[in-house]
């Protein structure tokens, strides 16, 4: 069940994914075993399904980012889709309604890297009408996880 503190231990998780348990069953003023027993709850029932490192790409070596729509024929959006989780360049792979049908997140070393990238990964693959790529200039907000409400 996901009461009232078990969205403040998820949301302290998110915000740092280390934090000790000692640290939340303080914060909640509980025992660390009631922390430890609701954090195995929350993994075992999928809550939970990882924990995770957010990255400056740039840190990387990666000075493109790109946020890249892909428009398919409707028979072809699975298994395009499902090429695109394949590439370690590709960060981010959704379906989607609006604009595009699928929505990716690509990391490259610059521009050129970019465009070579769906040049020769997207365009080429059966069914790809439509690739749109835009650039992100500057990040302001990137978080391991959801908001919580």
Do not use: C
């Not at 403040?8 to 430890?36: F, G, Q």
């Amino acid at each position: 069940m996901i009461d009232e503190k078990n969205l403040r231990i998820i949301d302290m998780l998110r915000e740092n994914a280390r934090i000790p348990v000692t640290e939340i069953a303080s914060r909640l003023d509980v025992s660390e075993s009631t922390i430890r027993k609701r954090i195995r709850a929350l993994e075992k029932n999928g809550v939970i399904t990882q924990y995770t490192v957010v990255v400056d790409p740039s840190k990387l070596g990666y000075n493109s980012v790109s946020m890249v729509g892909i428009d398919v024929e409707s028979t072809h959006l699975l298994d395009v889709a499902m090429r695109m989780t394949e590439f370690p360049e590709v960060k981010f792979v959704a379906t989607s309604t609006g604009d595009h049908m699928i929505i990716t997140e690509i990391w490259t070393n610059d521009s050129k890297e970019l465009g070579r990238f769906i040049t020769e990964n997207i365009e080429k693959q059966e069914g790809v009408k439509r690739v749109s790529p835009t650039i992100i200039l500057e990040n302001w907000k990137v978080h391991s996880g959801y908001l919580l409400p």
